[in-house]
Nanobody
């Protein structure tokens, strides 16, 4: 059974940090690009960051460049999103997703991802 499970969300003050994890089971995680997306209340889901199957050449949305870092540990079938200097506008449900095809470079387009986690809430507030 294919499953992606996010964890690590929570409430943090502006300027704080959180590290999200995405644990994958049921498929060959190491062959697939992984993306992180987020959806704030009343807004469309947007791409935050992604990493290709080998972990090189990550992409970031302009809004998070320099603050967020994506990584993956293929031995643990887990991807991570380190979020630093968090801002109130980062408040959203964060989702991880796996590419629909193997060995591709990643893109921040939801259409390219076929497997999704249930999401984890991140709230940035004082």
């Amino acid at each position: 059974q294919v499953q992606l499970v996010e964890s690590g969300g929570g409430l943090v003050q502006p300027g704080g940090s959180l590290k999200l994890s995405c644990a994958a089971t049921g498929f060959n995680f190491k062959f697939y690009a992984i993306g992180w997306f987020r959806q704030a209340p009343g807004k469309e889901r947007e791409g935050v960051s992604c990493t290709n199957w080998s972990g090189v050449n990550p992409l970031y949305a302009d809004s998070v460049k320099g603050r967020f870092t994506i990584s993956r540990d293929n031995d643990k079938n887990t991807a991570y999103l380190q979020m630093n200097n968090l801002k109130p506008e980062d408040t959203a449900v964060y989702y991880c997703a796996a590419d629909s095809r193997v060995y591709r470079g990643c893109v921040l387009s939801m259409d390219e991802y076929s497997r999704w986690g249930q999401g984890t809430q991140v709230t940035v507030s004082s």
